[in-house]
T-cell receptor, first 112, second 111 residues
């Protein structure tokens, strides 16, 4: 089991562009959560997907959206990128009703 | 508002010294509490959760509901303990299990 995998590893985008990040959960996990980790900060919860629906959302604008596919993999989309969106984006998978989360290695997004 | 405070950005100790990484949280209800660790060039991983009451790599964490604290302790630090440590309560309710992370404490253990 490769655990949680994220792609791409690094990404550079221009302000105003749109970006899609991808996550494959650990085998057997059905819940995917996304976190944003700015430099020097702890991860901040963006949203969580279960059964292909967003079921929790943190304090992030609507520019941040996501999707979960029938195979439980997930995408995070960010529109109209701002310089402040530069961060490490982490995906975590878990089983529903279980609080233990397994993290991917992250995608480093740089907005210039 | 839900808040997690890790007052020390950096904790520097010598090998063999005791270590205590502090975590205070403000929450309504009874969250489940975790410590996550990130070693250099590795992904964030679970170190311990308070309900399991396990000791992992010699670390323990005591929940003090009165003080709303969940400090991480180890009696004798090792160089391989050098890492970034995050306290993360989870307001688990209704089957929803997000984590709220503190800003983290970097532990540096010197030989």
């Amino acid at each position: 089991d490769a655990g949680v995998t994220q792609s791409p590893t690094h990404l550079i985008k221009t302000r105003g562009q749109q970006v899609t990040l991808r996550c494959s959960p650990k085998s057997g996990h059905d819940t995917v959560s996304w976190y944003q980790q700015a430099l020097g900060q702890g991860p901040q919860f963006i949203f969580q997907y279960y059964e292909e629906e967003e079921r929790q959302r943190g304090n992030f604008p609507d520019r941040f959206s996501g999707h979960q596919f029938p195979n439980y993999s997930s995408e995070l989309n960010v529109n109209a990128l701002l310089l402040g969106d530069s961060a490490l984006y982490l995906c975590a998978s878990s089983l529903a009703r279980n609080t233990e989360a397994f993290f991917g290695q992250g995608t480093r997004l740089t907005v210039v | 508002a839900q808040r997690v405070t890790q007052p020390e950005k950096l904790l520097s100790v010598f090998k063999g010294a005791p270590v205590e990484l502090k975590c205070n949280y403000s929450y309504s209800g009874s969250p489940e509490l975790f410590w996550y660790v990130q070693y250099s060039r590795q992904r964030l991983q679970l170190l311990l959760r308070h309900i399991s009451r396990e000791s992992i790599k010699g670390f323990t964490a005591d929940l003090n509901k009165g003080e709303t604290s969940f400090h991480l302790k180890k009696p004798f630090a090792q160089e391989e303990d050098s890492a970034m440590y995050y306290c993360a309560p989870s307001p688990f309710s209704g089957g929803y299990n997000k984590l709220i992370f503190g800003a983290g404490t970097r532990l540096a253990v010197h030989p």
